[in-house]
């Protein structure tokens, strides 16, 4: 699996955006972007996946740079539900195991 | 659709016996099945890969014998701690990845569904 690097942590304000970028500049071509993320005690949870184009659901959306280096989740209007570690994660698909790195810790402030 | 079970969620036991942690797949076949450990603080490591009816796959560093899986069926993995010690306390976290119309119809294909975690206490 290709290499990712996250911020350690962000804030967010409640209500407002969070853009929470990640950098994978050693992508392979058939690789995907995935993002999970861990409430404290938690197993992690899916977010959403994405190979070139960008994509969206109820509960995100995943931005991907031309070069598929580099990617950004936005959580649209952030709630305090939403503090979590969120990892992003280059894989070839589910059936791979994957390597989570540090994540990034988003805190949601009141 | 897509659920993975984790049981138990919690579990104390004493040094030198052995616990089992049981992971379902709920509403999917889970041909693959992943185990993570997790200590406080830290990022999930992944300890072993399981396929249904092959014997698992185990990381570099994790002892297979001490801690032994199955993956009997498609819907079931258990992991077994033998001869638990205070330094094997940890989270232990399963994931799986499969087939069939509820896998299919939650957010697509390839992705892996993670349990809820088991909360390991060797005293």
């Known amino acids: 699996d290709a290499k990712t690097t996250q911020p350690t942590s962000m804030d967010c304000a409640e209500g407002r955006a969070a853009n929470l970028p990640c950098n994978h500049s050693?992508?392979?071509?058939?690789?995907?972007v995935y993002w999970y993320r861990q409430i404290h005690s938690q197993g992690p949870q899916y977010i959403i996946h994405?190979?070139?184009n960008n994509e969206t659901n109820e509960m995100a959306s995943l931005i991907i740079t031309e070069d598929r280096k580099s990617s950004t989740l936005i959580l649209p209007h952030a709630t305090l539900r939403d503090t979590a570690v969120y990892y992003c994660i280059v894989t070839l698909g589910g059936y791979q195991k994957v390597t989570f790195g540090t994540g990034t810790k988003l805190q949601v402030i009141p | 659709g897509a659920v993975v079970s984790q049981h138990p969620s919690w579990v104390i036991c004493k040094s030198g016996t052995s616990v089992k942690i049981e992971c379902r797949s709920l509403?999917?076949?889970?041909?693959?099945m992943f185990w993570y450990r997790q200590f406080p603080k830290q990022s999930l490591m992944l300890m072993a890969t399981s396929n249904e009816g092959s014997k698992a796959t185990y990381e570099q560093g994790v002892e297979k014998d001490k801690f032994l899986i199955n993956h009997a069926s498609l819907t079931l993995s258990t992991l077994t701690v033998t001869s638990a010690h205070p330094e094997d306390s940890s989270f232990y976290i399963c994931?799986?990845?499969?087939?069939?119309?509820?896998?299919?119809?939650?957010?697509?294909?390839?992705?892996?569904?993670f349990g809820a975690g088991t909360r390991l206490s060797v005293l």
């Open positions: 050693t992508i392979s071509g058939n690789e995907y």
């Open positions: 509403d999917f076949q889970a041909t693959t």
């Open positions: 994405g190979l070139k």
């Open positions: 994931s799986a990845s499969g087939t069939g119309a509820s896998y299919e119809s939650s957010q697509g294909r390839d992705i892996q569904y």
